[in-house]
């Protein structure tokens, strides 16, 4: 069965910093993933997405992740944060092997960005 | 689109009571899945249904818990009894499956606390 994992679970940077939050799935086929981001009080929504092709993908709001395959690995990534970013950033993934219909979250990861 | 709608938004009951949550999906998705996110485990899927079939209930945690989806446009989660520990935010998310294009879109969740 797949998993998620999501290594750092809070992080606290200052505006304009650069991010870069950790994702590691478990699972050996082919897979879709994606990144998610929960701002306080408020409901998931998708950052972006890989499916396939390019796996440099960019998503809303500035956001991008890179697709390693050899490394399992989805990090996700923003050159200059603001203090808006901060929010609850979670990792998933489905499977081939479910008919990419199982999606599994990881834990998430805390980002909090003081002005 | 009005999105995925959840009702209630936020339930309080004693220990003991029945819960019931209910999901409306996005029209057109065939793919229902609920979620309960807590500080302890983050975000857990619980149970996830394909054409108003559940396919997958390996999360659900134990006997109290049952889930339904009578047709396309609801499905219901259901505690009964409840206890202390259910107290989580429990979401409900649905997908259209397009081969292997899968994006969950999220519905803004019930809180639930038990007493």
């Known amino acids: 069965a797949q998993s998620v994992s999501q290594h750092n679970h809070h992080v606290i940077l200052s505006e304009a910093a650069s991010l870069e939050l950790g994702c590691n799935y478990s699972y050996g086929g082919t897979v879709n993933l994606f990144w998610y981001v929960q701002y306080p009080g408020q409901h998931l929504q998708l950052l972006l997405k890989y499916f396939s092709g390019d796996p440099l993908v960019k998503g809303i709001k500035g956001f991008e992740a890179e697709f390693i395959k050899s490394k399992f690995s989805f990090n996700l990534r923003k050159p200059s944060v603001q203090w808006s970013d901060t929010a609850e950033y979670f990792c998933a993934v489905n499977a081939r092997n479910t008919g990419f219909q199982k999606l599994v979250f990881g834990t998430g990861t805390r980002l909090l960005v003081s002005p | 689109d009005a999105g995925v709608i959840q009702s209630p938004r936020h339930e309080v009951t004693e220990m003991g009571q029945e819960v019931t949550l209910r999901c409306k999906p996005i029209s057109g998705h065939n793919s229902l899945f609920w979620y309960r996110q807590t500080m302890m485990r983050g975000l857990e899927l619980l149970i996830y249904f394909n054409n108003n079939v559940p396919i997958d209930d390996s999360g659900m945690p134990e006997d109290r818990f049952s889930a339904k989806m009578p047709n396309a446009s609801f499905s219901t989660l259901k505690i009964q009894p409840s206890e202390p520990r259910d107290s989580a935010v429990y979401f409900c998310?649905?997908?259209?499956?397009?081969?292997?294009?899968?994006?969950?879109?999220f519905g803004q969740g019930t809180r639930l606390t038990v007493v």
């Open positions: 998310a649905s997908s259209e499956r397009q081969g292997a294009s899968t994006e969950a879109f």
